[in-house]
């Protein structure tokens, strides 16, 4: 449902329009893996760190497919 509620929140700041002319996937994940290491008061629980680990792996892989495919 986090996920969720911040796909909604970027949608309605209209954020993804002002990147570079386009979607760039690899920030917004990784803006969403540090607020899910985040969540809760206190030191954070393994699950959150392991979803949060995950996503970034997942944004470094939208960076590098990025950059693979950047006609420069």
């Known amino acids: ?16 329009a ?3 002319g386009g979607v760039a996937l ?3 994940l990784m803006e969403l893996a540090s607020q899910i290491a985040k ?5 954070p629980k393994q699950a959150h ?4 680990v995950s996503t ?5 892989f939208h960076f590098l497919e990025r950059l693979g495919n950047d006609p420069r």
């Open 1 to 16: 449902m986090f996920f969720v509620n911040f796909l909604r929140q970027t949608e309605r700041t209209g954020r993804h």
């Open 18 to 20: 002002r990147r570079r």
């Open 26 to 28: 690899h920030d917004d």
């Open 39 to 43: 969540i809760g008061p206190g030191k």
């Open 49 to 52: 760190l392991r979803c949060a």
């Open 56 to 60: 970034a792996y997942y944004s470094v």
